[in-house]
T-cell receptor, first 110, second 114 residues
Framework: GQQLNQSPQSMFIQEGEDVSMNCTSS?????WLWYKQDPGEGPVLLIA?????ELTSNGRLTAQFGITRKDSFLNISASIPSDVGIYFC??????????FGGGTRLMVKP | SAVISQKPSRDICQRGTSLTIQCQVD?????MFWYRQQPGQSLTLIAT?????????ESGFVIDKFPISRPNLTFSTLTVSNMSPEDSSIYLC???????????FGPGTRLTVT
């Protein structure tokens, strides 16, 4: 089925660095969601965005709902080791149905 | 949000057998979903579990292979039938709350088929 284009696919971070990832779609969505999945766990909802242009923060996380309704980005400021994991974007239009991105795997630089 | 539990958390099964995964929610929810997550991949929706009626399956998934029950608003089961090694995945249930767009996920069931 349809999948959102999420980039980068993976990235290495050093503690203290800011991180940015984004998600694009060929169709519009009414809601954009960002999830984080730790190894052996289910995805946990980080941020939900409901309006085009909306900028929402959750601690060190900031996400924006693109004005065209076809994209969203997530920023993590001053990364810490526990930020490591897989981040998924998801778009939704109705009936709680979600379309997921391919995920961004965040890893720590050795 | 809702608290969601899944049983079993993991299992190793033999080819040709079936496994039933349970999903329990701590409150009544309108929508329940089942996903598959193959190793290193994103989430793929298997079906929407409908209370009191047959589940709605996505393209590529059939009831004979993945029968689903939803006897009430807090519980659902997914059976993976006649398993093959290709069925080795994480199976996740999720719930949606009426009037909201987001879903909340259980911890997943990690299935390995040998």
């Amino acid at each position: 089925g349809q999948q959102l284009n999420q980039s980068p696919q993976s990235m290495f971070i050093q503690e203290g660095e800011d991180v940015s990832m984004n998600c694009t779609s060929s169709s519009i969505f009414n809601t954009w969601l960002w999830y984080k999945q730790d190894p052996g766990e289910g995805p946990v909802l980080l941020i939900a965005l409901y309006k085009a242009g909306e900028l929402t923060s959750n601690g060190r996380l900031t996400a924006q709902f693109g004005i065209t309704r076809k994209d969203s980005f997530l920023n993590i400021s001053a990364s810490i080791p526990s930020d490591v994991g897989i981040y998924f974007c998801a778009g939704s239009n109705a009936g709680n149905m979600l379309t997921f991105g391919g995920g961004t795997r965040l890893m720590v630089k050795p | 949000s809702a608290v969601i539990s899944q049983k079993p958390s993991r299992d190793i099964c033999q080819r040709g057998t079936s496994l039933t995964i349970q999903c329990q929610v701590d409150s009544q929810v309108t929508m329940m979903f089942w996903y598959r997550q193959q190793p290193g991949q994103s989430l793929t929706l298997i079906a929407t579990a409908n209370q009191g009626s047959e589940a709605t399956y996505e393209s590529g998934f059939v009831i004979d292979k993945f029968p689903i029950s939803r006897p009430n608003l807090t519980f659902s089961t997914l059976t993976v039938s006649n398993m093959s090694p290709e069925d080795s995945s994480i199976y996740l249930c999720s719930v949606g709350i009426s009037g909201r767009y987001e879903q909340y996920f259980g911890p997943g069931t990690r299935l390995t088929v040998t």
